[in-house]
T-cell receptor, first 117, second 110 residues
Framework: GAVVSQHPSWVICKSGTSVKIECRSL??????MFWYRQFPKQSLMLMAT?????????EQGVEKDKFLINHASLTLSTLTVTSAHPEDSSFYIC?????????????FGPGTRLTVL | GQNIDQPTEMTATEGAIVQINCTYQ??????LFWYQQHAGEAPTFLSY????GLEEKGRFSSFLSRSKGYSYLLLKELQMKDSASYLC???????????FGKGTRLHILP
């Protein structure tokens, strides 16, 4: 149990276009999901915390108008990179907390590699 | 600010033991995590410590000293598949937000 999926696993787009990344908890309900960005050989940088039915909480320095997060249900959160530029090329990873006896674990999706040309 | 320090790289030999240290200075503390991450993949959960002491889980053990802001991950009987990055992470608040260190790339030599 506790499987998180992401779609797509990789995407290549032209500069100026928008890209949507989906994060789904497949076998549990996740009231909280997190979005991270990871550049090569660097650690995960938390971008935002997403709560179902409410606005996402963004970390300092993350543009909320550029990285739109929607958490419409207990099993789905989406990250939309608007007007993507080459510097947005990165590995985007979501995670979800399961609660209950496994409250202390975060389960990560497989990640989405975004390349902006 | 939040600061989590761990060595950038380490090398060890197959079958040996290695200890990866992590020190942290954060505005709050509500648990410390260790994750393993293979290149190009998402992190996988290894351990969680919130109280001082040692938590053992198979070949992996994790230790925490809250007064010293210090933790280590101990890997025994190293296998080639243990070659990966190991991420130390701290949950700062009760709202579940986790801050990650930069990770330690562990190289295992045959």
């Amino acid at each position: 149990g506790a499987v998180v999926s992401q779609h797509p696993s990789w995407v290549i787009c032209k500069s100026g276009t928008s890209v949507k990344i989906e994060c789904r908890s497949l076998d549990f309900q996740a009231t909280t999901m997190f979005w991270y960005r990871q550049f090569p050989k660097q650690s995960l940088m938390l971008m935002a915390t997403s709560n179902e039915g409410s606005k996402a909480t963004y970390e300092q320095g993350v543009e909320k108008d550029k990285f739109l997060i929607n958490h419409a249900s207990l099993t789905l959160s989406t990250l939309t990179v608007t007007s993507a530029h080459p510097e947005d090329s990165s590995f985007y990873i979501c995670s979800a907390t399961i609660g209950g006896k496994r409250l202390n674990e975060q389960f990560f999706g497989p990640g989405t590699r975004l390349t902006v040309l | 600010g939040q600061n989590i320090d761990q060595p950038t790289e380490m090398t060890a030999t197959e079958g040996a033991i290695v200890q990866i240290n992590c020190t942290y200075q954060t505005s709050g503390f509500n648990g410390l995590f260790w994750y393993q991450q293979h290149a190009g993949e998402a992190p996988t959960f290894l351990s969680y410590n919130v109280l001082d002491g040692l938590e053992e889980k198979g070949r992996f053990s994790s230790f925490l000293s809250r007064s010293k802001g210090y933790s280590y991950l101990l890997l025994k009987e190293l296998q080639m598949k243990d070659s990966a990055s190991y991420l130390c992470a701290v949950r700062v608040n009760r709202d579940d937000k986790i801050i990650f260190g930069k990770g330690t790339r562990l190289h295992i030599l045959p």
